[in-house]
């Protein structure tokens, strides 16, 4: 046998590139339905505030590599939905001093269908925009007896999110910017076209003016969060939006404002707006 | 996922070695070091191999989707040579499996050349190497 | 200590007899490497799951050695030949001696 030549017997794939070098990049033309039936909405008219400003929003999963995109199509090959799964066993899980879970008021988790798609909203109650993550606090602490509420950035709280928006996954976003928000969504607004750090970025520079452009190596999306909370493969875990909008902040090299920040608030809801139309994805994979 | 056709030699082996119940590898540092422990205690003598090598870039280092092939294989051993442990995985394939293929997530601390042995039933080795591109992988965190 | 390890499997649950049936695993773990330090610069002990074995019908499908290159929250997929109905054993070594096991039934007919 020696000096027999045997053909193709270790062959190896992180190259699915083979048939075609194209492939491995963001195909911008894909449609996204999860578990082949969830119909995600990731390129839809701008929402008529943006004013032309872009004439297309883009869920950020078409600014994906093929495999990246194809791992949120199936929730089994997702790992965000390990995460997601966690949070829908805390949703039942009691905590607090009143013994109560998120159940015990919320016995049906369907009627959370719409949170992820209209959050950050008006709390007329406390005279504030409110986050999902500053909702959840609020039931802790309000309802719930807990002394100390999540923090925002915690694991629960992520897994929590992530659940709230699989739940709504689908929804078409539709965030409410008039009336007692709009002072919240103007400083928003502002903040999104303020230039940052040292190298004098705002968000509109890359997301609005470059996307679909190369950062060094990397893709420019439009900075959409209806992907949000989102499993990233840099860092294999949950990243929440404010965490999020701290990385885009501090790679301008400049000073970013904190988790949970009125300013934060604000550019959230601003930047949710931006997706009025895009569809609920979270938890979303990205790079 | 589609597969990349390569065309080996190998060497095979006359006397077949003892096939000892897998050993966890030590620690290498070189994943050369690594694979020559490996055919050491495989009592491998040597092997010839032609390798196409396929370009890629992966847009993330941290989750790198592997698929590894080798059809009729015992077992196959996957180093990645770049890291500073180059171990990454063996797949010692049993009487119930379909095929002699498996795939996995790794990850890659830069770009570097993935390397695959399958021991084959008859005392051969065949070797593949990739060299895997990867990217920072995203702004921002 | 991993905390809240979850493992997912799926594989069909009926097949004919003699089909090859692909098999996939998830589950969550850091995989911490070993290789990183922490702010104050000391190392992170290493805490992986270190072997994971596929049996159908108590016999192996799969036995994989698995070492810290192994992305976090490990992901497999690989094929089994199914020539009778029975039961996909899945289990996971954690370096702490935990032991993580799954099921799933399969229908050959």
């Not at chain 1, 904190?258 to 990205?286: C, K, Q």
């Not at chain 2, 050349?113 to 060299?131: C, H, Q, T």
Request: glycine share 8%; net charge negative.
């Amino acid at each position: 046998m020696t000096g027999q030549t045997k053909r193709v017997v270790v062959a190896m794939a992180a190259l699915a590139l083979t048939a075609s070098s194209l492939a491995v990049w963001a195909d911008e033309d894909a449609d996204l339905v999860v578990n082949g039936e969830i119909e995600m909405v990731v390129r839809t008219d701008a929402p008529a505030h943006l004013d032309g400003a872009v004439r297309t929003i883009y869920s950020g999963w078409v600014f994906r590599q093929d495999d990246t995109q194809a791992m949120q199509m199936d929730d089994f090959d997702n790992p965000g939905m390990l995460f997601a799964e966690q949070g829908q066993e805390l949703f039942n899980t009691a905590m607090g001093a009143n013994g109560e879970s998120c159940a015990s008021c919320h016995t049906n988790a369907e009627d959370l269908t719409r949170v992820r798609a209209t959050y950050p909203k008006w709390d007329e109650a406390h005279g504030a925009v409110q986050t999902v993550e500053m909702q959840v606090q609020e039931c802790q602490t309000e309802s719930m007896g807990m002394a100390e509420a999540w923090g925002q950035n915690s694991q629960e709280m992520l897994n929590m999110t992530a659940y709230i928006a699989s739940i709504g996954r689908g929804q078409v976003i539709d965030v409410a910017i008039d009336g007692p928000a709009q002072a919240t969504w103007d400083a928003g607004k502002e903040i999104y076209y303020t230039r940052y750090g040292q190298l004098e970025l705002s968000c509109a520079n890359c997301h609005e003016q470059n996307y679909g452009n190369y950062i060094r190596a990397d893709h420019l999306s439009q900075g959409q969060i209806n992907g949000f909370p989102t499993y990233r493969l840099k860092n294999a875990r949950l990243n929440g939006t404010h965490n999020r909008f701290r990385g885009c902040i501090r790679d301008t090299r400049g000073e970013t404002f904190a988790i949970g920040s009125d300013e934060f608030i604000a550019l959230e809801l601003y930047v949710a707006s931006r997706g009025n139309g895009l569809t609920v994805e979270g938890p979303s994979v990205r790079n | 996922m589609s597969l990349t056709r390569r065309e080996f030699v190998g060497t095979s082996l006359t006397s077949a070695a003892a096939f000892a119940a897998l050993p966890s590898l030590s620690f290498a540092a070189t994943a050369d070091e690594a694979i020559a422990a490996y055919y050491r205690r495989r009592g491998h003598i040597g092997c010839r191999d032609h390798l196409d090598r396929a370009r890629n870039c992966r847009e993330r280092l941290n989750t790198v989707q592997i698929e590894v092939s080798a059809p009729g294989a015992e077992e196959i051993i996957m180093f990645a040579a770049g890291n500073p442990n180059p171990n990454v995985a063996t797949f010692k394939f049993g009487p119930m499996s379909g095929s002699q293929a498996a795939t996995t997530r790794i990850r890659l601390a830069s770009e570097q050349d993935v390397v695959a042995i399958a021991k084959m039933p008859d005392g051969s080795f065949l070797k593949a190497v990739s060299n895997v591109k990867v990217t920072i992988g995203g702004c921002g965190g | 200590m991993a905390e809240n390890v979850t493992p997912r499997v799926r594989a069909p649950r009926e097949a004919s007899v003699g089909e090859v049936v692909s098999v996939r695993t998830l589950i969550s773990h850091p995989m911490e490497s070993g290789m990183r330090r922490d702010g104050d610069g000391n190392v992170i002990p290493r805490s992986i799951i270190n072997r994971f074995v596929c049996t159908f019908n108590g016999e192996v499908v799969v036995d994989v050695t698995m070492e810290p290159s192994i992305a976090t929250n490990p992901y497999f997929q690989f094929e089994a030949k199914v020539m009778e109905s029975g039961t996909f054993n899945f289990t996971w070594y954690d370096d702490d001696g935990s032991v993580y096991e799954d099921s799933s039934d399969i229908t050959v007919s």
